[in-house]
């Protein structure tokens, strides 16, 4: 039973390039978050989706990101136009919905803007 | 909005001694506390959690306690080894279908032989 899978797990853009940023759930998971971790600080919630609908954005910054989580496929963090300041780990969680349930995390990918 | 701060920003310890951290939250509302294992280069691992109805929790060598009134919970580790060396995160959530949990800052434990 596979994790939460994402890839890649360590990416390099230059400055105004796109990053994207792919999770996969683990399996029976309908629900997707995603976290940003800056070195040396906590994780900063992102966005929530579930198929095919971002329940919420409300950490997201309002430019350059986006987030979608289609019918099929992954659930895809995409950040246009990158800056220094985009360098972090993004996580991505799920979870199977319903209460209490603690997400599963997956292993990050490491952003890196030159 | 909530808030939760987290104390001690890092914390070491001789191995088999106790170690906790204490967390404390903003918003009366939140009934949800889990908390996180980061290894380096690695993703949160969840570790115990706590329901707002429950007074305290135990697994093996970790517990956590919650107190309501007070608005803090401490996550609590006995006989402590070299591989509990990692950030730990504790977080706060209004469970519901869904949720967004609102983490500390974490706190790094060092655990010496």
């Known amino acids: 039973n596979a994790g939460v899978m994402q890839n890649p797990r360590h990416l390099v853009r230059r400055r105004g390039q796109e990053a994207r940023l792919r999770c996969s759930p683990m399996k029976g998971h309908s629900h997707v978050y995603w976290y940003r971790q800056l070195p040396e600080e906590g994780l900063k919630f992102m966005v929530y989706?579930?198929?095919?609908?971002?329940?919420?954005e409300s950490g997201m910054p309002k430019e350059r990101f986006s987030a979608e989580f289609p019918k099929e496929g992954p659930s895809i963090l995409r950040i246009q136009q990158v800056v220094r300041g985009d360098s972090a780990a993004y996580f991505c969680a799920s979870s199977p919905g319903g209460t209490f349930y603690g997400y599963t995390f997956g292993s990050g990918t490491r952003l890196t803007v030159v | 909005g909530e808030n939760v701060e987290q104390h001690p920003s890092t914390l070491s310890v001789q191995e088999g001694d106790s170690a906790v951290i204490k967390c404390t939250y903003s918003?009366?509302?939140?009934?949800?506390f889990p908390w996180y294992k980061q290894e380096l280069g690695k993703g949160p691992q969840l570790i115990i959690d706590?329901?707002?109805?429950?007074g305290e929790k135990k697994d093996q060598r970790i517990a956590v306690t919650l107190n309501k009134t007070a608005k803090h919970f401490s996550l609590h580790i006995t006989e402590t080894q070299p591989e509990d060396s990692a950030v730990y995160f504790c977080?706060?959530?209004?469970?519901?279908?869904?949720?967004?949990?609102?983490f500390g800052p974490g706190t790094r434990l060092s655990v010496l032989p």
């Open positions: 706590i329901r707002s109805n429950v």
């Open positions: 977080a706060a959530s209004k469970a519901n279908y869904g949720q967004n949990f609102v």
């Open positions: 989706l579930q198929k095919e609908n971002i329940i919420d």
């Open positions: 918003d009366s509302a939140s009934n949800y």
